[in-house]
């Protein structure tokens, strides 16, 4: 038989573990709701419930000859060698954004082969490349 005090604190280890699943429940499914991962142009074409108008990211290489610059935007195409979305942004890009290199744009998709980026994501020195981005392309270039 248990004694009170052994009673207690199993009543109170309970309830602090009950506690705790229920903030992990509730910091993990906040997290979920903010955190943008980003796709590679294939795999916005390869999606049949993309979400048009809605925060996210797309990332792949900028296409060698695609960047064109007017007064008040900047478009270049952002391909992982399989598919390409042209991408449209106002603002100042960072200054290793260049054509051929890794990009990530944040914004919205317009359709399926046009992106309005609110930001451009280019802040790495000139030889690294983002793993995911690594592996789509080592995929698409056989």
């Not at 960047?67 to 991408?87: A, M, S």
Request: aromatic fraction near 12%; charged fraction near 25%; proline fraction near 4%.
């Amino acid at each position: 038989m248990l004694t009170k005090k052994v009673k207690k604190r199993i009543i109170f280890l309970t309830f602090i573990f009950i506690l705790s699943v229920f903030a992990v429940f509730f910091i993990l499914n906040s997290l979920k709701k903010n955190i943008l991962y980003f796709s590679s142009p294939t795999e916005i074409k390869q999606k049949e419930d993309i979400p048009f108008g809605k925060a996210m990211r797309v990332g792949g290489m900028v296409k060698k000859g695609s960047i064109t610059i007017n007064q008040k935007n900047i478009q270049f195409t952002v391909t992982d060698f399989e598919n390409e979305i042209l991408v449209s942004y106002s603002g100042t890009v960072p200054n290793l954004f260049a054509e051929g290199k890794g990009v990530v744009a944040e914004g919205k998709l317009s359709d399926k082969n046009f992106f309005i980026a609110s930001r451009i994501l280019a802040k790495h020195d000139e030889n690294y490349m983002p793993p995911e981005i690594k592996e789509i392309i080592k995929k698409n270039a056989k």
